[in-house]
């Protein structure tokens, strides 16, 4: 039984915007911190974006100003709004969560790990 579950990927224009979310399914889990990595093919997996249980919130250089991250504490849900996507944000895109806060951008930390879900920016 999966624990975190991606959904909003799809196919969009160069410019275009998706909303991606990610829910725990099973077991309830205690968790500090939520965040997405991406990994495009022939790359290693990158940090997104992130966020704590107090709302922080951290992105990479890359992404920062065009996503946003936003959680719900209570029910353990994350959902990342992208805008003015580009192609080279084309990747797989995974949700991941701690038990413990993650102030980094490490994967290393993070105990759950959804399956990912695809996103594909047209050039």
């Known amino acids: 039984q999966e624990q975190l579950v991606e959904s909003g990927g799809g196919l969009v224009q160069d410019g275009g915007s998706l909303r991606l979310s990610c829910a725990a399914s099973g077991r309830t889990l205690i968790v500090s911190t939520m965040g997405w990595f991406r990994q495009a093919p022939g790359k290693e997996r990158e940090f997104v974006a992130r966020?704590?249980?107090?709302?922080?919130?951290y992105y990479a250089d890359d992404v920062r100003g065009r996503f946003a991250i936003a959680g719900d504490n209570a029910k353990n849900t994350v959902n990342l709004q992208m805008n003015s996507l580009k192609p080279e944000d084309t990747a797989v895109y995974y949700c991941?969560?701690?038990?413990?806060?993650?102030?980094?951008?490490?994967?290393?930390?993070?105990?759950?790990w959804g399956q990912g879900t695809q996103v594909t920016v047209s050039s």
């Open positions: 991941a969560a701690s038990s413990s806060p993650i102030l980094g951008v490490t994967a290393r930390g993070y105990n759950y």
């Open positions: 966020i704590l249980n107090n709302g922080n919130t």
